[in-house]
Nanobody, 116 residues
Framework: QLVESGGDLVQPGESLRLSCAVS??????????LAWYRQAPGKQRELVAS???????EYEDSVKGRFTISRDNSKKMLYLQMNSLKPEDTARYYC??????????WGQGTQVTVGS
């Protein structure tokens, strides 16, 4: 019901755009804050960015000025534009609500690898 895509292996300084397709069965899409999370090997999942229904946006400090979150309510899509990527951005990226939906399973995520 949450399908992330767009991850890839890139070099430092390059860009990626992640997309998240939310199933039409999730009726609350337009009424919740949405977010991108990431989990690096051996680390806990962390919040990267969130966007409210009114467009209020928050970013984790390390991605401020480099990442841009956006949403398209008509298409039930969430996006994350990532510029100036760094090796420390390497992680598996997930979308979900903030806080995460209690009854919607996490998606498979999409892998972002920066560097060789």
């Amino acid at each position: 019901q949450l399908v992330e895509s767009g991850g890839d292996l890139v070099q430092p300084g390059e860009s990626l755009r992640l997309s998240c397709a939310v199933s039409s069965s999730i009726s609350s899409f337009n009424t919740v804050t949405l977010a991108w999370y990431r989990q690096a090997p051996g680390k806990q999942r962390e919040l990267v960015a969130s966007i409210s229904t009114g467009g209020s946006i928050e970013y984790e400090d390390s991605v401020k000025g480099r990442f841009t979150i956006s949403r398209d309510n008509s298409k039930k899509m969430l996006y994350l534009q990532m510029n100036s990527l760094k090796p420390e951005d390497t992680a598996r990226y997930y979308c979900n609500a903030r806080p995460p939906w209690a009854t919607v399973p996490w998606g498979q995520g999409t892998q972002v690898t920066v560097g060789s």
